[in-house]
């Protein structure tokens, strides 16, 4: 049973505009939510976070958005740079527990 | 120049031979973990450790075991009994604060392919 889904394996986007990526979650003890980014072949690194009191964070070009009565985050990008060409990855964890949950992940594709 | 090391980057191994995949960081972290990725699948947790000679299992532990006999090490060793070991592994570190998780920090991964 997924966790944590990522219902879009791939997305594909203008250069210049709005990158929409999007995460459902369904487990309600859910507290802290982060997206990381991974290029082939390497591992994945952090990208940004939000706890579950805040309902935005913000950093730079990327804004995390987190819904929490639809169980729904989403990360957006803008502008959207050809070095965000990379596979997504939403993950959650829960109150007092250290593990992560990790989505499928989406390919965001920026065309030129 | 803080880290996570993971080597080899490629490994190839023979069918029914244990293999031994290495993890080092030295960010003095205190919890260390281990996943599998497979093409089209999310990050899968085999095992994880929050301190030094203590270790749990993941979600997919079955056919592989680990150690934690310092805090900059954690190998995984994959045995023949694992089903279909081929995948990339990805190892990773974090802090462990005020009972919640935090960002991990993963190293750059090892393709192992057995035959």
């Known amino acids: 049973d997924q966790q944590v889904k990522q219902n879009s394996p791939s997305l594909s986007v203008q250069e210049g505009r709005i990158s929409i990526l999007n995460c459902d979650y369904t487990n309600s003890m859910f507290d802290y939510f982060l997206w990381y980014k991974k290029y082939p072949a390497e591992g994945p690194t952090f990208l940004i976070s939000i706890s579950s009191i805040k309902d935005k964070n913000e950093d730079g070009r990327f804004t995390v958005f987190l819904n929490k009565s639809a169980k729904h985050l989403s990360l957006h990008i803008v502008p959207s740079q050809p070095g965000d060409s990379a596979v997504y990855f939403c993950a959650a964890s829960a109150i007092g527990n250290y593990q992560l949950i990790w989505g499928a992940g989406t390919k965001l594709i920026i065309k030129p | 120049d803080g880290g996570i090391t993971q080597s080899p980057k490629y490994l190839f191994r023979k069918e029914g031979q244990n293999v031994t995949l290495s993890c080092e960081q030295n960010l003095n972290h205190d919890a260390m973990y281990w996943y599998r990725q497979d093409p089209g699948q999310g990050l899968r947790l085999i095992y994880y450790?929050?301190?030094?000679?203590?270790?749990q299992k993941g979600d997919i532990a079955e056919g592989y075991s680990v150690s934690r006999e310092k805090k900059e090490s954690f190998p995984l060793t994959v045995t023949s009994a694992q089903k279909n070991p081929t995948a990339f592994y990805l190892c990773?570190?974090?802090?462990?604060?005020?009972?919640?998780?935090?960002?991990?920090?993963f190293g750059p991964g090892t393709r192992l392919t057995v035959t």
């Open positions: 450790s929050q301190i030094v000679n203590d270790f």
């Open positions: 990773a570190s974090s802090i462990l604060q005020g009972g919640s998780s935090d960002e991990q920090y």
